[in-house]
C-alpha cells in the first residue's frame, strides 16, 4: 500500500464537469455573438465612410474599400457647420452643467425633513415621470417664455429632470448622516455643507447623471425644429439632419470642390449618409470612456428602492 510521504498533503483530484465546461462555452459563445451584433453596425458605418466613393459602391463588408477621407472633407465644408458644431457644443456643456447642478441641489433639499411641503413638492416631481402635457401646450409654454429663437431654450427646460432628482436623491439618502452633523455643529449652512460634502462624495451618481444629460443634450434636434429659426442657433444634429435628407443633392453640390485635374470622385448619397453619422455619433462615444468608471457605480447606488 502507497503511504502518503511526510510533509505532503492530499489533494483532491478534481474531475472535469462537462456540464459546466459546456455551460460557460456557450455563455462565452452567445456573448460573443451579441458583442459582434452589437459593435459591427457602429463599424460597418465607419469603414463604408472612409472607403473610396466608387469602390465602396462594389460592398464593404469588413475592410475599408480604398481609403479616402472626401466624404468628411465635404461634410466639414458645408454652410454653416461650424456655427452649428459651436452650437451643440455650446449646448451640451452648459446644458449638462446646470442640469447637474439643479438636480443635485434639489436633490439634496428635499432629503431635509424641515423643508417646507417636502413630500408634496417630491410627489409632483414623480408626477412628471408619468404624465405629459404634450406637444401643443409645450410649444405655447415655450413661446410664452420668451425662449423662440433663445439660446437658452436648450438650457432651461433640461434643467431639471425628475428620474435624475430621483436617482440622486437616494443615492444621498445613503450617505452618513453623521457628516452632515458635524458640518452643522462647526456652523455650515445648506449650501456650504452641498458645496463641501455632499456633491463630493455623490461623484459616482453625478458622472451619472452627467452622461444622461450630455447625451441628452448632444443628440436633441426637436425643440430647435420647432422653436427656432435663426440659422445661428441651429445645432449641428438639426443641420446635418436637413443635409442628410437632401443628400442625394449634397453628393452633386460636393463634386466640383472634389474635382483633382480630370479626375471627378462623385460622392454617393450613401457615403455622405454615412459619414454625418459618424460625425454626430463620435463625440459622445470618445466623452463616454472617461465617465464609464463612474457610470455603474453610480446607477447601481443611486437606484430606486423597492
Keep these: 500500500m502507497r503511504t502518503q510521504p511526510a510533509g505532503q498533503t492530499l489533494r483532491p483530484v478534481r474531475h472535469t464537469d462537462w456540464k459546466d465546461l459546456t455551460f460557460t462555452l456557450f455563455n462565452y459563445i452567445v456573448l460573443s455573438l451579441l458583442v459582434i451584433i452589437t459593435i459591427y453596425p457602429f463599424y460597418y458605418i465607419f469603414i463604408y465612410s472612409i472607403s473610396d466613393p466608387i469602390e465602396v459602391q462594389k460592398g464593404v463588408y469588413f475592410w475599408p474599400a480604398g481609403f479616402s477621407l472626401e466624404a468628411y472633407q465635404a461634410t466639414v465644408k458645408l454652410p454653416g457647420i461650424m456655427d452649428a458644431a459651436i452650437v451643440s457644443v455650446s449646448r451640451t456643456v452648459l446644458g449638462t452643467l446646470i442640469t447637474v447642478f439643479c438636480c443635485s441641489f434639489f436633490a439634496y433639499l428635499i432629503t431635509k425633513e424641515e423643508m417646507p411641503f417636502r413630500k408634496i413638492i417630491y410627489r409632483f416631481v414623480l408626477i412628471t415621470m408619468y404624465f405629459n402635457a404634450g406637444f401643443i401646450p409645450w410649444y405655447l409654454t415655450m413661446k410664452t417664455y420668451g425662449l423662440q429663437n433663445n439660446f437658452l431654450l436648450y438650457i432651461i427646460p433640461s434643467a431639471m429632470s425628475g428620474f435624475n432628482i430621483i436617482l440622486i436623491k437616494t443615492f444621498i439618502e445613503q450617505l452618513p448622516a453623521s457628516l452632515e452633523e458635524s458640518a452643522k455643529i462647526d456652523g455650515a449652512g445648506y449650501f456650504r455643507i452641498y458645496r463641501s460634502i455632499i456633491f463630493p462624495l455623490s461623484m459616482p451618481i453625478i458622472a451619472t447623471i452627467a452622461v444622461f444629460s ?58 455622405i449618409r454615412m459619414t454625418i453619422t459618424m460625425l454626430v455619433t463620435l463625440p459622445i462615444v470618445l466623452v463616454y470612456p472617461m465617465l464609464q468608471r463612474y457610470f455603474v457605480k453610480g446607477i447601481m447606488m443611486g437606484a430606486v428602492k423597492g
Design 214 to 271: 450630455a447625451v441628452g443634450q448632444w443628440n436633441t434636434w426637436f425643440d430647435n425644429f420647432f422653436l427656432v429659426e435663426n440659422p445661428k442657433l441651429q445645432t449641428l444634429q438639426l443641420v446635418l439632419y436637413n443635409f442628410l435628407n437632401q443628400s442625394s443633392n449634397l453628393s452633386n453640390m460636393t463634386t466640383d470642390e472634389l474635382t483633382r485635374g480630370d479626375v471627378v470622385r462623385t460622392l454617393t448619397p450613401q457615403s
